[in-house]
């Protein structure tokens, strides 16, 4: 069988299940390991080709739609030879393959239009086959054992892979034809077709992913294409939509929001952002809060859903097997068999150490922007737990910072960057645990000021008073022991020694976000952050080129990283260093004009900018990342100034980037109210007007 080769590759994602096809709506692991059609954690079907007769079909284009519920492929036929004689001429047949994902299930539509001058009688072979792979298969994990693989089984309208794992817990691939095939054995079903000149011929494949004893919803076709599109007009209607006068600005803009949506989750709880695909569709505690606060002025829902999520799966108890203490937030959840089983330690799993204090950071943001106090009510005890936990347990020496030590089995570095090469001395040498990152500092000093907020709000002043003054000391101290003179910023981290690690990184630069830093040290690193060790043109590094384990290739330690940039761009503007700010929107929108469907993916490598080309690729990030979509939206809403209190709706100083001259935000709703906004930009001066006003709403604008 002759091949067409195309590598690139196509995503869907909904709720617990995501796909990944090449261009052709095909799958095939020899080709490319990431693909298949996935479920909870476990791939239910590693290969699906189509062949007309023995023939890969001729693509001629194949695309995602802009709102990434459907995957379209325009196919056609190579010459087909019988004989020695050519009956049927390359490109006479279309072939229209159509493909989404609902629920537990791949929904696909194959329609076929002969447009020769005489009817043509075609055979259509339809391959499958599957490894029931654990995600971390995927990733490159040896299994030294897996469960049992049941025979295939067929019936005149399906195929059916079996697998029970050594979970003991049965998956089924249940591969659904309508019409019937002419033919089905093995994996193997064949229709055999005769279309006259003009004539069409129409058949649905469904895919479904069947875990024992789970309740499948059937549904044809148009209806689950119908609920998904209904989904989409729920997300419309409950969200500020943002245009510019930039149309690609507006391409990147639409898309991020488009994976945001993609990648958001619904649970018992409410809304999920999963951090990303393929390695990391499932819960993240500190990325599903990150990607929340990113997204907090278009869509609060997503952020009561991940608090509420969070908040119900907080540590209760000691757990060493889990990394669990009391009041501690969950780092990850994972749902396959690997987990289950405890081959992997990520079932549930509370290693970091900033997802704590970035939830309490979150529940104060999200009543800042809803003024929703009967839900910080409802869970105002995590948020006890949560800043309990920042003191008791996460302060390991009572030295007044929050360190760890790694994981016998889970995580080795417990920041955001959590390779086990992130944290290191000037001379490279890997640093001494326990470990206290800069970074995790700044996070506990904010989770503090904005935990006394929310105690205001609820009356209990003497608690807020005490948390106001740790954080003030908490913030003295960052700047007493990890400011270096001579770097002329904060250091990565402290040792168990309380030797620092004299590391210029991009850690430090969290701590604007958290306004943990004094004016002129945010001075300092506002300078710092774009000389051309640290600013690749594309973005700021996680490392600077100066340090000894700089390497623009690795993960962590030198790459560029979207929502990284867009914490340190929006910590930028709250000390008013708005010009900066709109350098780092400008440099992640030209990178964003380079990856395909202006989708931003979760880094990509750190080498300097060069002229007329784009950013260097890093072979496996996640696109889309939750985190790195969402950046966009803080960055700009650094930009702007835009906060919120109440029904009121403040711009401090708001800039706009020379590439927009206009921006309209429409839908802007706050607790008792909704406006449009159109705003023009003069030059370095914006000016904010009311297009619609409903209801009780207050625009205050700060020059």
Not at 289 to 296: K, S
């Amino acid at each position: 069988m002759k091949e067409n080769i195309s590598l690139e590759t196509y995503t869907l994602k909904h709720e617990e299940g995501f796909a990944i096809f090449d261009a052709y709506g095909n799958i095939d692991i020899e080709r490319n390991f990431e693909e298949g059609i996935y479920y909870e954690g476990t791939r239910f079907l590693s290969y699906y080709k189509l062949y007309i007769f023995n023939e890969t079909p001729i693509l001629l284009s194949s695309a995602v739609k802009e709102d990434n519920s459907l995957f379209t492929a325009d196919l056609t036929n190579p010459d087909i030879v019988k004989n020695e004689e050519i009956v049927i001429p390359e490109g006479t047949l279309h072939i229209l393959r159509n493909k989404f994902l609902y629920e537990n299930c791949c929904y696909e539509r194959i329609y076929l239009k002969n447009f020769y001058l005489n009817p043509v009688d075609i055979e259509l072979n339809f391959y499958f086959n599957n490894d029931f792979a654990d995600i971390f298969e995927v990733r490159g994990f040896k299994r030294e054992r897996k469960g049992k693989f049941f025979p295939l089984q067929t019936e005149r309208d399906r195929i059916k892979f079996i697998y029970k794992g050594l979970d003991n817990v049965e998956r089924i691939t249940d591969i659904l034809f309508n019409p019937l095939p002419e033919k089905i054995f093995s994996n193997r079903a064949i229709y055999k077709l005769r279309l006259n000149p003009r004539g069409s011929f129409t058949l649905y494949l469904n895919i479904r992913c069947l875990i024992e004893n789970r309740k499948f919803n059937k549904c044809s076709y148009k209806k689950a294409f119908y609920h998904i599109k209904r989904r989409l007009e729920n997300w419309e209607n409950k969200s500020c939509k943002i245009y510019t006068s930039n149309e690609q600005f507006n391409q990147w803009l639409k898309r991020s929001w488009a994976d945001i949506i993609m990648l958001t989750t619904s649970t018992e709880y409410g809304l999920y952002p999963y951090a990303g695909i393929p390695w990391f569709n499932t819960i993240f505690g500190r990325d599903g809060i990150i990607t929340a606060l990113e997204c907090l002025w278009i869509n609060p829902s997503i952020a009561k859903g991940t608090l509420a999520f969070l908040a119900h799966h907080q540590a209760k108890e000691f757990n060493p097997e889990q990394d669990a203490q009391p009041g501690k937030i969950v780092h990850e959840i994972r749902k396959g068999e690997m987990a289950a089983i405890g081959e992997i330690p990520f079932a549930k799993y509370y290693g970091s150490v900033d997802a704590t204090p970035l939830f309490v950071i979150l529940a104060s943001k999200y009543y800042e922007r809803t003024g929703d106090i009967e839900f910080i009510k409802n869970i105002w005890e995590n948020i006890l737990m949560a800043i309990s936990w920042i003191d008791e347990y996460g302060d390991i020496d009572k030295d007044g910072f929050v360190e760890y030590y790694p994981s016998e089995r889970g995580l080795i570095n417990k920041g955001w960057k959590d390779s086990k090469d992130s944290v290191f001395y000037e001379d490279g040498e890997l640093a001494k645990p326990p470990i206290a990152l800069v970074e995790i500092q700044g996070y506990a000093y904010k989770a503090k000021r904005e935990g006394a907020k929310l105690a205001r709000v609820l009356g209990k002043k003497d608690l807020a008073v005490k948390w106001e003054r740790e954080a003030e000391r908490l913030k003295e101290l960052i700047e007493e022991k990890f400011w270096d003179e001579e770097i002329k910023c904060f250091v990565l981290a402290l040792d168990g020694n309380k030797r620092p690690c004299r590391v210029r990184s991009s850690n430090a630069g969290h701590l604007l976000f958290c306004k943990a830093v004094t004016p002129s040290k945010a001075r300092a690193l506002a300078s710092l952050f774009f000389e051309k060790h640290f600013f690749s043109g594309w973005g700021i590094r996680t490392l600077s080129s100066l340090e000894k384990r700089y390497n623009p290739l690795s993960y962590h330690n030198g790459s560029v990283w979207p929502h990284d940039n867009a914490l340190i761009a929006f910590g930028l503007s709250l000390y008013g260093f708005k010009e900066e700010a709109l350098k780092i929107l400008k440099a992640l929108f030209e990178a964003s004009t380079f990856f395909k469907l202006h989708r931003i993916p979760e880094l990509f490598c750190g080498f300097e900018r060069r002229t007329n080309e784009g950013p260097t690729h890093y072979p496996v990030a996640c696109h889309p990342q939750a985190w790195s979509a969402g950046a966009v939206f803080l960055i700009l809403q650094g930009c702007l100034g835009l906060s919120f209190e109440g029904n009121e709706i403040y711009f401090k100083h708001p800039m706009l980037p020379r590439f927009i001259d206009e921006l309209w935000v429409k839908d802007l709703a706050v607790k008792r109210g909704v406006i449009d906004l159109y705003l023009r930009r003069y030059g370095d001066d914006v000016v904010v007007n009311v297009i619609k006003k409903e209801g009780e709403v207050k625009i205050l604008v700060e020059k």
